[in-house]
């Protein structure tokens, strides 16, 4: 509507404009409208996708590491109709990777103590107990694995026990998952004692704690931080022994929290 337009138009037309464009936009906050519309609003007004005009493409990069390959050589000329013997010289015009992963099951060792009758004495004659036996059956990929599924990508113990089925074709029950991570877990202890002293002897720290869900009943996540170290600790409480265990009497000059009690009395 141009400024003639506007001159044309009565007092009451005028006001009514003016009341018009006062009004705020119809959304699911001003009005009935459902929050569906929304989103379809925002998706029409978004600036489509992809790449802009002119932009130069890229591709996937060529693996420097190849398995197996293959050559694809044409055996007539489209011209004469003539054979092509395999041994001409031949050029490279393209290479193109196709990508798979290995079919993957569980590798099984199984040891056997055998007996023997001793051919001097008749003396019935048993195999020591070897090694293996007097360990878990599993080995460590599995823990490693376990344990990057279970800590890394948040895994419950259900699902745990349907990715190593599904992906691994491997049964586990979800006790035996419980003892596996236990046992990956002494691998760490090294590593996170380091952490605790370094933490111990900050003089700067930052810490909070958030509640989570542990087999099913509620617990805290705590988190300790210095410039060295980032300690992660699962408690059953919120409370101040949780600090005091950890700090064990080391106050440092700064202490960064968002001033929760437990924290503040530490």
């Known amino acids: 509507m141009g400024r003639s337009d506007l001159e044309r138009l009565s007092k009451e037309e005028l006001i009514e404009l003016v009341l018009r464009l006062q009004r705020p936009h119809k959304t699911s906050r001003t009005s009935s409208k459902p929050p569906s519309t929304d989103r379809k609003e925002r998706r029409d007004q978004a600036k489509p996708g992809g790449a802009k005009p002119g932009q130069e493409g890229h591709s996937r990069a060529m693996s420097p590491d190849v398995d197996r390959l293959i050559d694809h050589q044409p055996d007539h000329c489209p011209c004469c109709r003539i054979r092509l013997l395999t041994d001409l010289p031949a050029e490279t015009v393209s290479e193109h990777d196709t990508i798979e992963l290995p079919a993957i099951k569980p590798w099984i060792e199984r040891h056997r103590r055998l007996a023997v009758r001793c051919p001097a004495c008749g003396t019935r004659v048993v195999a020591p107990v070897p090694e293996a036996a007097k360990e878990t059956p599993f080995g460590p990929r599995i823990h490693a694995m376990a344990t990057y599924l279970k800590t890394f990508q948040a895994l419950s113990y259900e699902r745990l026990q349907s990715a190593f089925a599904n992906l691994f074709g491997l049964t586990l029950s979800q006790g035996g998952l419980m003892n596996l991570l236990r046992r990956a877990?002494?691998?760490?202890?090294?590593?996170?004692?380091?952490?605790?002293?370094?933490?111990?002897?900050?003089?700067?720290?930052?810490?909070d704690e958030t509640g989570v869900r542990i087999e099913g009943s509620s617990a805290y996540h705590w988190v300790f931080r210095c410039a060295e170290a980032v300690v992660h600790h699962a408690s059953p409480t919120r409370g101040a022994v949780v600090v005091r265990t950890m700090m064990d009497g080391h106050r440092p000059a700064v202490w960064c929290s968002d001033r929760y009690s437990a924290q503040r009395c530490s």
């Open 185 to 207: 877990q002494r691998t760490f202890a090294g590593e996170r004692a380091k952490a605790v002293a370094a933490l111990r002897q900050a003089k700067v720290i930052a810490s």
